[in-house]
Structures are given as structure tokens and as C-alpha cells.
């Protein structure tokens, strides 16, 4: 479903890598692993149709990625959180959601903000909960997330040990039900998938 | 596409009333700009009524060069312009939305406390009349404009004079037109004229130039 091909990638005048390919199939995560630097972000930032590569190409069902079809397929969770500090958790989820043009009912956005630990504090601005529970809240978003293509940058980033087990489970979920994820990661993690492959940039 | 810019409107309306100090301060800067002419100039009502209209709009311009700078570096730094460049629609149609909120929390406010202020410098009630609409008329093109100027200059250090520097010179023929309609009015020819080429270039700025300030911003998410 997704695929790359000869993939190069240059930032300022390094090449960071080159010749670069891969494909992924429904259920299928691909772990992207390198030191930092080596490209990793850059590659996902291709992926989303943001950072144009240097040279080879991304297809998506075999089509050239720059379609508002598949950025209708597409989850990506950067490394920033992208949530508004002024606004509640809730706000922030529903906005998000409407913005995405996705469609997410207050129900589901309270069962989803429940799931990641954060009941009680959908009504407190964003700007007063800690780093942890900021990420759990951008995270809360992949709960009712039906987009079949998910790409997560370092998504383990700040989380306790419980919530690193709880997004696991939102992963290998999501691949069991014929999903599709890309994401590197620095930290060792279990995720059931069908099929798991790894990536290494140097 | 109506459903994508009334959901900016609302998301960026409502975090502007979360955050009043930006509103206020701009209004207020606006205010004491203005006030201060008077009290420079001293009780001369012909030479006051002559220099209103440029006063105004001057003062206009520069506040609604205060809040350009943010327009879109809160959404660039916590990463929310990303989720927009990747949102199934054209991007601009959210930069559309995003001027629109713009307008609305710093022109619209702009062209409400106008004729309040335009008592200080003597002016008739028709050139009240005329100042206030060339204000609504003519602040959404500066919105429209400035927003290029903001997506060109965004992740720059010293981003703020650099769009003053872009932006200032764009807003000449709205300048023109905006004091122009005051003068016409008053040495009854009419503002008509003027009101309408400010309406043109207004509806010029707000179809094109969200279009042109997205191209710039996918430039910068690279």
C-alpha cells in the first residue's frame, strides 16, 4: 500500500541518506531506527508530503502522494504535540478533529480523554497539565483514530511506563484491524503486529 | 469548504478571547496613537480636521502590524500549522479563515472605536460616517496583505521588522484610498470613488492573497 523507492533525502548540503526504499503492507509497522540526525524525522516528514525528497518517489495504493485522498488516510502525530495551551483537553481534541475533518462526537472525545488518564481534566486549560499528561492528551486523538496510514514520531516521548504499555496495545489494535504504522522510537517497546519491519538509517 | 473556514474562525476566535491581552493591546496602542496628535499639535480645529483622516489610518496600519507577527508563529511553534498543512483541503482556505479571525479581532475593533476618536479632531458627522467605513471597508485587505508578509517572515529571529519592512509598502494604495474617501466626503465630492477601490482591493486581498501566504508557509514547514 505504501511505498518508496529510491528515496534521497539532503538538508542544508549533507546527504543524509540515498537510495532509500521500502514497502508496507496492511498490518504491517515499520520501526524506523537511527542515531539522531540520521535522517529519521526527515524521512517521516516525506512521508506526510511536507519535505519534497531530493530525488525517488512516495506512492500511497500506487498513486502519487500529494492528493487530498491520502491525506485523508493519513494520522500524523509530530513531535510536537500541536494542542493549544489556552484551550481544555476537550476543546483541543474537537478542534483537532474538526480541523481534520474528521468527524468525533463529544461522547467519543470524553471516552477517548477517559482512556488516557484524563478524566476529571477535560474542563483545565491545557497550559496546567504537565509534559506527560500535554502528550497524553495529543495521543488521546489516535483512541478513535479510523485513518488507515499512521505515522508517529517518537510517540513513547515523555510517557510513564503504564501509558507506554496503554499505546502499545492503541498500536497493535490499530495494525490488527489492517492498519498501518511508521514510527521511530528510541525506546525498546512490544508491539503485537503481523509483521514488523525495521529500518535502520546511517 | 465553508465548514473548514468557519472552524478556523471559531478555533482562532476563541483563542483570542482566552487571550484578551493581545486584543486590547492593540486597540489601545490604536487609541493612544491617535490621542496623541491632538495634544501635540494643540487647539487648531482646521489644521486637525485636515490632518484626521491620514492620522487615523496611519495609526490603523500600525496596529494591525502589532498582532501580524503571531498570526502564525503560535500555530508554527506547537506544531498545529503541520496538522493544518496535512488536513485533507487546500491550505488556503484555512489561511482564508485565519485572516478572517484576524480581521475580526484586530480590524474590526479598529473601525468600532473610530468615530469615538475622530470627535478629538473636530470632524463633521458625515466625515465620522466616512472614516469609520473606510476603516471596516479597507482593514481586511491589511489583514489579507499582512498575512503574506507573516508567512514569508515566519521562523525568522527578528521576524516583526522584517514584515514591517514587507508589509508597510504593500499597504500604500489602501492608505490612499482609506484617507482619500475622508477627504472626498468632506470637500463634498463624494467618498464613493474611493470606497469602492477600497472594496475591490479588500475582496482582491482576501480571495488571492490567503493563497499566496500558504505557498509561503509550506516553504517554511520544509
Given at each position: 500500500m505504501l511505498e518508496a523507492d529510491n528515496l534521497e533525502c539532503v538538508r542544508g548540503d549533507r546527504?543524509?541518506?540515498?537510495g532509500l526504499g521500502f514497502k508496507l503492507d496492511a498490518g504491517e509497522l515499520l520501526y524506523l531506527q537511527g542515531k539522531n540526525g540520521s535522517g529519521k524525522t526527515s524521512l517521516l516528514r516525506m512521508l506526510i508530503g511536507l519535505l519534497p525528497p531530493e530525488a525517488g518517489s512516495i506512492r500511497w495504493k500506487g498513486e502519487a502522494i500529494n492528493s487530498d485522498e491520502y491525506r485523508a488516510e493519513l494520522c500524523y502525530l509530530g513531535h510536537l504535540n500541536a494542542i493549544k495551551e489556552e484551550l481544555t483537553p476537550l476543546e483541543n481534541l474537537l478542534a483537532a478533529a474538526r480541523l481534520a475533518d474528521e468527524e468525533l462526537s463529544d461522547d467519543d472525545a470524553l471516552d477517548a480523554l477517559e482512556q488516557v488518564g484524563l478524566a476529571g481534566r477535560e474542563d483545565l486549560a491545557c497550559k496546567y497539565l504537565s509534559q506527560g499528561q500535554k502528550r497524553r492528551v495529543a495521543l488521546a486523538r489516535l483512541v478513535k483514530e479510523k485513518r488507515p496510514l499512521w505515522i508517529l514520531d517518537e510517540p513513547f516521548v515523555a510517557l510513564d511506563m503504564a501509558a507506554v504499555d496503554w499505546l502499545s496495545g492503541i498500536i497493535s489494535g490499530h495494525l490488527q484491524r489492517g492498519g498501518l504504522a511508521v514510527m521511530t522510537t528510541h525506546q525498546k517497546v512490544n508491539i503485537a503486529a503481523g509483521s514488523v519491519r525495521e529500518l535502520r538509517l546511517s | 469548504m465553508l465548514k473548514i473556514i468557519t472552524a478556523v474562525i471559531s478555533r482562532d476566535l476563541k483563542l483570542a478571547m482566552r487571550r484578551q491581552a493581545d486584543i486590547v493591546s492593540a486597540l489601545f496602542f490604536f487609541i493612544i496613537v491617535v490621542s496623541l496628535f491632538p495634544l501635540g499639535i494643540g487647539p487648531e480645529p482646521d489644521l486637525l480636521r485636515k490632518l484626521a483622516p491620514g492620522v487615523l489610518w496611519v495609526a490603523a496600519l500600525l496596529a494591525t502590524m502589532l498582532s501580524l507577527p503571531r498570526l502564525f508563529a503560535d500555530d508554527h511553534r506547537d506544531g498545529t500549522l503541520e496538522q493544518l498543512a496535512i488536513a485533507p483541503h487546500p491550505l488556503g482556505l484555512v489561511v482564508t479563515g485565519k485572516v478572517i479571525a484576524h480581521w475580526l479581532v484586530s480590524g474590526l475593533p479598529l473601525a468600532l472605536i473610530a468615530p469615538v476618536l475622530g470627535v478629538q479632531f473636530d470632524l463633521s458627522a458625515e466625515a465620522l460616517v466616512a472614516i469609520t467605513l473606510s476603516i471596516l471597508i479597507g482593514t481586511p485587505a491589511l489583514s489579507g496583505i499582512g498575512a503574506i508578509g507573516a508567512a514569508l517572515t515566519l521562523g525568522l529571529r527578528g521576524g516583526g521588522v522584517l514584515i514591517s519592512l514587507l508589509v508597510l509598502p504593500l499597504y500604500i494604495p489602501v492608505l490612499i484610498f482609506g484617507a482619500g474617501a475622508v477627504d472626498a466626503t468632506v470637500t463634498g465630492l463624494g467618498g464613493e470613488g474611493h470606497l469602492s477601490l477600497l472594496a475591490a482591493l479588500t475582496f482582491a486581498s482576501i480571495g488571492f492573497a490567503p493563497w499566496a501566504a500558504a505557498a509561503a508557509l509550506k516553504i517554511a514547514l520544509e
Open positions: 546527504r543524509l541518506f540515498a | -
